[in-house]
T-cell receptor, first 111, second 118 residues
């Protein structure tokens, strides 16, 4: 069964610190992996998309890495800000257009 | 660009009634849209894949007669929850793929609809 796991479920970090969110998946035969942000009661905002042939993608203070062989991806957030507080979801395309989502990590940045 | 609008954002209905949720791609054509359901503190579960001009493909365990999906145009898909019951209360989110290369394109999501059935 193809699964996506995110640990921890919740994380609190003081403002200004760098942090890493983790995502693991069970099948290395993936097409792509996406990181999303979800604010409470809202839809999802796409942050970064990594193709299976890529190792990382960067956007501003965000950097996502992909290691297919180990079934892992990380989302690195530099110089965290209170506005970064949200739930971060990892989603994997296992060879078709459907996405399998992780359960997310609820991030709180403490001012 | 790549805005997906979902309406309504919140709806309360009585048990036994039907509710229609609209998902529109505002500035692009979406041949494929997806409908997800999200329970509190859980992740998104794909309900069905909606393709313009054809029948939707439902995931295992999703009742197609209860969750009617219509994708009549390249910019609009609707989800109708028929004969709603309290257990249908959930957060429903749609998403759309911007171009014809789904494997290489990010998904764009609507803001979701909070359905409460009393």
């Amino acid at each position: 069964k193809q699964e996506v796991t995110q640990i921890p479920a919740a994380l609190s970090v003081p403002e200004g610190e760098n942090l890493v969110l983790n995502c693991s998946f069970t099948d290395s035969a993936i097409y792509n992996l996406q990181w999303f942000r979800q604010d409470p009661g809202k839809g999802l905002t796409s942050l970064l998309l990594i193709q299976s042939s890529q190792r990382e993608q960067t956007s501003g203070r965000l950097n996502a890495s992909l290691d297919k062989s180990s079934g892992r991806s990380t989302l690195y957030i530099a110089a965290s800000q209170p506005g970064d507080s949200a739930t971060y979801l990892c989603a994997v395309s296992f060879g078709n257009e459907k996405l399998t989502f992780g359960t997310g990590t609820r991030l709180t940045i403490i001012p | 660009g790549a805005v997906v609008s979902q309406h309504p954002s919140r709806v309360i209905c009585k048990s036994g009634t039907s509710v229609k949720i609209e998902c529109r791609s505002l500035d692009f054509q979406a041949t494929t849209m997806f409908w997800y359901r999200q329970f509190p503190k859980q992740s998104l579960m794909l309900m069905a894949t909606s393709n313009e001009g054809s029948k939707a493909t439902y995931e295992q365990g999703v009742e197609k007669d209860k969750f009617l999906i219509n994708h009549a145009s390249l910019t609009l898909s609707t989800l109708t929850v028929t004969s709603a019951h309290p257990e249908d209360s959930s957060f429903y989110i749609c998403s759309a793929i911007r171009d014809r290369s789904p494997y290489n394109s990010p998904l764009h999501f609507g803001n979701g609809t909070r359905l409460t059935v009393t």
